[in-house]
């Protein structure tokens, strides 16, 4: 599914993330209650109808359900599912913003928008967007160089790999081009993971399991042969 949709994407071009559009709603609707129970406590008069506020966190709830659903795509498809640190906190920190939206709404119901418990419960849910907001801006800049692009990145985290696991057994390359392993990313991370020849005969190369090599770093190592096999024709030709 998340193949199709990502597919469907860049067939139209479109390239950038799914999630980070989709958060500007709860983050806002959040802020809104906040800010407007805060000013009525201050100035102990109503800003708005008591039960716009839980109705306000009401959308947030409902909302929040497509950003978790885009976060969890995005996940896949840039970072292929691997257990980032980043990725774990804004997990967690996505299922207790549910909690208290709820929490949120329920007491709006029954105590109103305007009193300090839910001024209280309206400051812990903005303290928990800012969180998610803080490890979403860690995950793209602190994870992903922002001063490179991105496959640069890849390709100089590739070199790296490539040098310390492979080149003893595949300098430059040797070796690989003809393996349809390293056809599409799928068939090579399968490849790494439990290496076998196209009858299931085992091969002479060791697996790389996943607390050896993760997702992430075999994304780098596979754009890093990609790139070192294009350039093998031009070699065999000056020769």
């Known amino acids: ?5 990502y597919g469907l994407l860049d067939k139209i071009h ?10 500007h709603l709860p983050i806002g609707l959040v802020g809104g209650a906040f800010i407007f129970a805060l000013v ?11 039960i716009a506020y839980h ?6 709830f409902i909302f ?13 498809h840039d970072y292929f599912g691997d257990w980032l640190f980043p990725i ?15 929490i949120g709404f329920l007491h709006g119901r029954k105590a109103g928008g305007e009193t300090k418990g839910a001024l209280v419960i309206y400051a812990l849910c903005l303290a928990t967007v800012t969180g998610l907001g803080y490890y979403g801006a860690q995950l793209s800049f602190a ?18 790999l490539f040098g310390a696991d492979c080149n ?4 430059q390359g040797a070796n690989i081009a003809s393996d349809p392993a390293v056809e599409h990313f799928d068939t090579f991370l399968a490849f790494l993971r439990n290496p076998k020849q196209p009858d299931g005969s085992p091969t002479g190369m060791p697996p790389f399991p996943r607390d050896q090599l993760s997702n992430e770093q075999a994304l780098h190592l596979y754009h890093y042969i990609i790139i070192l096999l294009s350039t093998q024709p031009s070699k065999a030709a000056a020769k």
């Open 14 to 23: 479109y390239t950038h993330p799914l999630h980070p559009p989709w958060t």
């Open 88 to 102: 774990k906190i804004k997990i967690v920190l996505s299922g207790a913003l549910l909690i208290l939206f709820l």
């Open 1 to 5: 599914m998340v193949n199709f949709i």
């Open 40 to 50: 009525a406590l201050l100035l102990r008069r109503s800003i708005l109808p008591s």
């Open 64 to 76: 929040i359900f497509p950003a978790i659903f885009f976060g969890y795509t995005d996940w896949q």
């Open 168 to 171: 003893a057994c595949h300098p």
């Open 55 to 60: 109705r306000i966190i009401l959308l947030a």
């Open 143 to 160: 994870e992903k160089p922002p001063t490179t692009s991105k496959m640069i990145f890849h390709f100089k985290a590739g070199e790296k």
